[in-house]
């Protein structure tokens, strides 16, 4: 009896883990965000000024729905958000400067230096 408990709490902890890992569920670490590989950025990108950064990442990632950071950081910090107009993104701690701020569909992108 005990043997057969045992097997059915592994089975059961085998099936809650692949389903967790299946649908990315794992819990993050708190000040990391995560990243998505996708295609290499347009060749704009890497000569464009932070506003036209914010704007291209913002229409890439509304059009491919996806919700992570992609490329390369833009300027000191980044952060992106998804929702109507004016939504919340991740803000940095110290005092930086707002150089860009896009909003493409349900995506907010916004830079700092």
């Not at 993050?28 to 965000?33: C, K, L, P, Q, T």
């Not at 036209?52 to 000191?76: D, F, P, Q, V």
């Not at 958000?81 to 939504?87: K, R």
């Amino acid at each position: 009896m005990r043997k057969m408990l045992v097997m059915l709490v592994v089975v059961m902890l085998w099936s809650i883990c692949s389903d967790v890992s299946a649908r990315g569920w794992r819990r993050r670490s708190r000040y990391r965000s995560r990243s998505v590989s996708v295609g290499s950025a347009p060749a704009e990108y890497h000569t464009a000024n932070d506003q036209r950064k914010c704007e291209l990442e913002a229409a890439y990632m509304n059009t491919h729905g996806i919700r992570a950071h992609i490329w390369s950081n833009i300027g000191n910090y980044e952060g992106w958000g998804w929702g109507g107009p004016g939504c919340a993104t991740c803000t940095p701690r110290r005092g930086m400067r707002l150089t860009g701020d896009a909003h493409v569909g349900s995506i907010r992108v916004r830079s700092w230096r």
